[in-house]
Structure formats: C-alpha cells, structure tokens
C-alpha cells in the first residue's frame, strides 16, 4: 500500500513538473492584464492594477475580416498577429492569433514558434502545409488543405504554408499555445543575421561554393509580419 501510495506521488509530481515547464505558465488569478507603462523587467508584462482594469484591456478593434496586403512582402503573405503586446488583456492567459493572407502562389515560408503550438484552419482557397521533425529522422510531414480544414504545427518545429493556386489568394487563422509565439524564419535567420554569419560556416553547412552564401546574404530579407 505504502508503495503505490509512493508511485502515486512521484506521478503526480511529474504532472505537476511537466505543466510548471510549459512554454506559458499557468495564471494565479483571473487575469493580469499587462501594464505597458511599467519599467519593470519580468517574464511577460507587469500585472495592472485589478482596480484600473476595464473591458477594452481585452479588446482591439482588428478588423480580421478585412484583407490584408499581400504585395508588401517578397514571399506574397501577410501575418496579422494578434498578441499581449496589442490585446492587454492576453498577458498570462497563454495564447494568441494570427490572420495570414497568402496571394496567388504566395507562403508563409519555413519559420518556427520557438513558444508555441500552432492550430491552422483554412477560411478561404487552398494551401499546401506542412512540417520536419528534430534530428536525426528529419522526417517530412505534409497536407493539402481546403477550406475548412484544420492542420497543426507541433511546437518548435519547422512548418509553412503555401498557396499553390496560380490565379485565386488564400486566408488562414492561426491559434498558438502562447501569448508571446516568437517567430524564426529559416532564410532570414540564417542569411539575414546582424553581423552576417561566416560565409565559410554556412558554405560547409550548407555544402555549397562561398559566393552562393555571399549572395544569398547579399539579398533583402524582410518580416511578413505585422
């Protein structure tokens, strides 16, 4: 009895560890909506005092049924992100949106959530998804999804989205299991770094000649993100 009364403890020890470790701790209060005046330094945002809080701390006026411009970007999408640094009121809460419009033959190119689960469903056309697992399997995993479809992208792991319509724009939304996702596309970090990486590095990582890398490096790497 003694036994499994100790295995029932280090069990729920374990749940317990494994939730303190989330990318989003849990909340201790109803809400803590964000106090964006604050100089403090913490782990997300300050907490407002309850007394001060009101409803619009937990609204914004986004306007996600309107398009957005998909031409501002070389990849040919937008990402509107909805997030605790424009809805006050999400600080604490562990999630975020985001609208994406894709133009004809445009994508969200490979990136990661460093933070976040992602959950996509399509609203509008089609889009090709998909994502590759860590090392050493490096295994591909993709889908064609139409309208109403759903597809997720497991935390950390490398994902995209493109449109494979030549003639007709695409609109996804995106929910991510953080109030901060964090976003890391691929070509921008590797080609696009501030100071620029070795081109000796990143022509033995990627074993292509050095002038491959100088011009890749060369071009303008821009953020699809608004």
Not at 144 to 159: A, M, Q, R, S, Y
Request: proline share 7%; with cysteine; hydrophobic share 45%.
């Amino acid at each position: 009895m003694a036994s499994s009364s100790y295995f029932l403890l280090v069990a729920l020890f374990a749940l317990a560890s494994w939730k303190a470790i989330a990318s989003d701790p849990s909340p201790l209060q109803d809400y803590c909506v964000a106090d964006n005046s604050s100089r403090v330094l913490v782990n997300g945002f300050v907490c407002k005092n309850p007394m001060d809080v009101k409803a619009e701390d937990f609204f914004l006026a986004a306007k996600l049924d309107m398009p957005r411009d998909t031409k501002v970007s070389k990849v040919g999408s937008n990402v509107t992100l909805i997030n605790a640094m424009r809805i006050p009121g999400l600080n604490t809460l562990g999630i975020s949106l985001a609208r994406i419009d894709y133009a004809p033959l445009g994508e969200n190119p490979p990136h990661t959530h460093p933070r976040a689960t992602e959950i996509l469903t399509v609203l509008e056309g089609t889009l090709y998804v998909g994502f590759v697992t860590s090392n050493p399997e490096n295994k591909f995993l993709s889908k064609v999804l139409n309208k109403g479809d759903v597809f997720v992208f497991p935390e950390g792991l490398i994902h995209f989205q493109f449109n494979p319509n030549p003639y007709k724009p695409a609109v996804a939304i995106a929910a991510l299991s953080s109030q901060n996702p964090g976003a890391i596309t691929v070509a921008n970090a590797v080609f696009g770094s501030k100071p620029a990486i070795s081109d000796d590095v990143l022509a033995k990582a990627f074993q292509v000649e050095k002038k491959t890398v100088d011009w890749l490096q060369a071009q303008f790497w821009e953020d699809n993100q608004n």
